[in-house]
């Protein structure tokens, strides 16, 4: 009994609209990379009131965002709403995308920040890729860091595939070869739905 309590207990403490808000990086002149989950409206006041003023959302349901964007935190804008699956490598598009957005927050001193659902497994790999890129973190550190943000038992499906593509992030990272399996490697297109957008077979 004491078992099934504590696993239902760590389970409802990762609800799909846990915050998981941390600041990745920040500077004087205002520049922030920030992680979090889905918001509720406070947890979006307090986003804008870090100086987030532009927004990747990883689960395709960024459209609250916007709405209360208009009244709540004048020129906030989303900037990618589109469904990702953890199944599916990040690609080098994408990438590029966010390191674009990245150095353009460097330069005009605002925030940028991402999020899918939970901030656990999506907005974790990316995380992820922030910290090897921009940070100096190992694959070791870089794993450790996402799984201390997506704790049991909600990273547990999750958990072998992700260190497979953050292992594959870091060769990418370096200009390395992919010595994991393919299915596991950067790939070159993002085809991610928008919110809305429907994929034909």
Known sequence: MKTLFLFVFLFQGVSAEAKNLHVLDSSPSGYKVVRTGKPDLND???????????????????SVEEAWAKTECPGFEVIYNRKQSTAVPLAKDFLDFFDQQVSLAKAGGYGLAFRCNCGCHRTGRLAAYFHLKYQGYTADEALKDQRKNAPFPATLLHRPVLKHQINALDQYVHNEPCTEKSKYCVIDHDSSPEENETILP
């Open 44 to 62: 979006f006041r307090e986003i804008c009131k870090l100086g987030v003023r532009k927004l990747i959302v990883l689960s395709g349901n960024g």
